[in-house]
């Protein structure tokens, strides 16, 4: 198969917001990730700068969120870790790329962002992962109605291809700063999603951008067009 384009991303700061810095945090340890990231909230909020937006991914592990159910994790093997961000039970490993845009939705200096308004803003970090992927081929939208699934009627939010559930997005919110957010599915996994519930799913609505495209996929392309669509919303 042909590799993608690549491109390289490196740190720096996002044209249009100087104070808005972008920050690769590479591997990293899940929880050492979210003390980081409770840090920047505080700093951010005393600042009263715009944010960051941070690059990573974690080694394998479930987290559950504020709305998990005991039934969404049923034999998975691995860690399992009580997250601040809302939404339920998802899988985070080394196949996604994970993002963390830490923002402040208080801050007026946003072009095309209404501030306070944390719908409008998960539906827009929505907005910028269905740009990124439709750029690299893939004909990705929002589902912003209730899905039945089983018994359930279950949030259709994320970003979906071919019905099929290719990046999941929880945050959460202090002081109106928003941290957690954004994973992308990018590489296939036979351990991804096995053993829960994945977001009240079954873990058979899961998909990642590798075996949609039928091409291996770049980490740094999507990066840098991440960032380009992420800058059209925000700065």
């Given at each position: 198969?042909?590799?993608?384009l690549t491109s390289?991303?490196?740190e720096?700061k996002l044209?249009?917001l100087?104070q808005?810095r972008i920050?690769d ?10 003390e980081?990231?409770q840090e ?8 009263g700068?715009?944010g960051?937006?941070i ?5 394998p592990?479930v987290?559950?969120g ?5 039934s969404?994790?049923?034999s ?8 601040p961000?809302g939404?339920?039970?998802?899988y985070?490993g080394?196949n996604?790329?994970?993002?963390y ?7 007026s200096?946003y072009?095309n962002?209404?501030?306070r308004?944390v719908?409008?803003y998960?539906?827009?970090l ?8 439709k750029?690299v081929?893939?004909d ?5 109605e ?6 359930e009627q ?11 559930k290719?990046?999941s997005?929880?945050v ?5 700063v928003s ?7 990018l590489h296939?996994d036979?351990q ?9 799913f079954?873990s ?5 951008v590798?075996?949609?495209?039928g091409?291996?996929v770049d980490n740094?392309l999507?990066k840098a067009?991440f ?7 925000f700065?």
């Amino acid at each position: 198969m042909d590799q993608l384009l690549t491109s390289n991303l490196t740190e720096g700061k996002l044209t249009g917001l100087p104070q808005f810095r972008i920050v690769d945090w590479g591997l990293i340890d899940y929880e050492k990730s979210n003390e980081q990231q409770q840090e920047l909230v505080k700093q951010v909020h005393e600042s009263g700068a715009p944010g960051q937006l941070i690059f990573c991914s974690h080694p394998p592990l479930v987290s559950v969120g504020r709305a998990t159910r005991d039934s969404d994790v049923h034999s998975w093997s691995g860690p399992v870790l009580k997250t601040p961000r809302g939404g339920r039970a998802t899988y985070h490993g080394p196949n996604q790329l994970v993002i963390y845009p830490i923002m402040n939705l208080n801050f007026s200096g946003y072009q095309n962002f209404k501030k306070r308004d944390v719908t409008t803003y998960l539906r827009t970090l929505e907005k910028v992962v269905i740009e990124t992927l439709k750029e690299v081929g893939l004909d990705a939208y929002q589902r912003c109605e209730k899905i039945q699934h089983g018994d359930e009627q279950l949030e259709a939010t994320g970003v979906w291809v071919n019905e099929k559930k290719i990046a999941s997005i929880g945050v959460a919110i202090r002081r109106w700063v928003s941290y957690h957010g954004i994973a992308i599915n990018l590489h296939d996994d036979p351990q991804a999603f096995s053993g829960i519930n994945p977001c009240g799913f079954s873990s058979s609505i899961m998909t990642n951008v590798e075996k949609e495209l039928g091409l291996p996929v770049d980490n740094e392309l999507i990066k840098a067009i991440f960032t380009k669509s992420f800058k059209n919303y925000f700065s």
